[in-house]
């Protein structure tokens, strides 16, 4: 059985994850902005930027233009 590491951007949006789950970030309100990530977490932009693009297509955050990164309501 192969164990490799779980690449940075899943292990952030797994983070991301429960918090939307547990409430912490509730829906229609923004989660933390790339630069506030960045700082928090000490990752690259394209990273933090990959990690957004994969809670979008797990239909869990949209993008709101010049505006954010939003959760969805259920």
């Known amino acids: 059985m192969c164990s490799e590491p779980v690449p940075v ?3 952030l949006a797994a983070i991301l994850r429960k918090q939307i789950e547990r409430g912490d970030l509730p829906p229609n309100r923004p989660i ?3 630069a506030r ?3 928090e977490y ?3 932009r394209g ?3 990959h990690t957004v693009r994969v809670l979008v297509a797990e ?3 949209y993008v709101v233009p010049g505006k ?3 959760v969805k309501p259920n």
């Open 47 to 49: 990273t933090i930027l």
């Open 32 to 34: 933390p902005s790339v």
């Open 9 to 11: 951007y899943q292990q």
């Open 42 to 44: 000490g990752l690259a």
């Open 37 to 39: 990530l960045q700082q």
């Open 59 to 61: 239909d869990l955050v």
């Open 68 to 70: 954010g990164t939003f």
